[in-house]
């Protein structure tokens, strides 16, 4: 059984800085693609950032700049570094991630999210 559990997140003035973590456990075989994602209240999740198994970055306009994405592949590990937030980054962020098990393939798995308040 595979689960991603996110961690960092937290309460922040505006321009401030967070670094999210994302932890991938269980029969893991391969992990591909991980991305990171947010929710604000009314609002759709929208995708902010992705890194291949490679280390190739995509980013939203929104976060461009600001948020970095990284991870590690031996601890099975993905990041986001947030930089000089805005309350507009308020919201829950989750992470997701295409891995692979022997037992039912690849399948997109999604962390239960971390709150991140941006507030003075």
């Known amino acids: 059984q595979v689960q991603l559990v996110e961690s960092g997140g937290g309460l922040v003035q505006p321009g401030g800085s967070l670094r999210l973590s994302c932890a991938a456990s269980?029969?893991?075989?391969?992990?591909?693609?991980m991305g990171w994602y947010r929710q604000a209240p009314g609002k759709q999740r929208e995708v902010l950032a992705t890194?291949?198994?490679?280390?190739?970055?995509n980013y939203a306009d929104s976060v461009k700049g600001r948020f970095t994405i990284s991870r590690d592949n031996a601890k099975k590990m993905a990041y986001l570094q947030m930089n000089n937030l805005e309350p507009e980054d308020m919201a829950v962020y989750y992470c997701?991630?295409?891995?692979?098990?022997?037992?039912?393939?690849?399948?997109?798995?999604w962390g239960r999210g971390t709150q991140v308040t941006v507030s003075s």
């Open positions: 269980g029969s893991i075989f391969s992990i591909y693609d």
């Open positions: 997701n991630a295409d891995i692979a098990t022997r037992a039912i393939g690849r399948h997109l798995y």
């Open positions: 890194i291949s198994s490679g280390g190739s970055t």
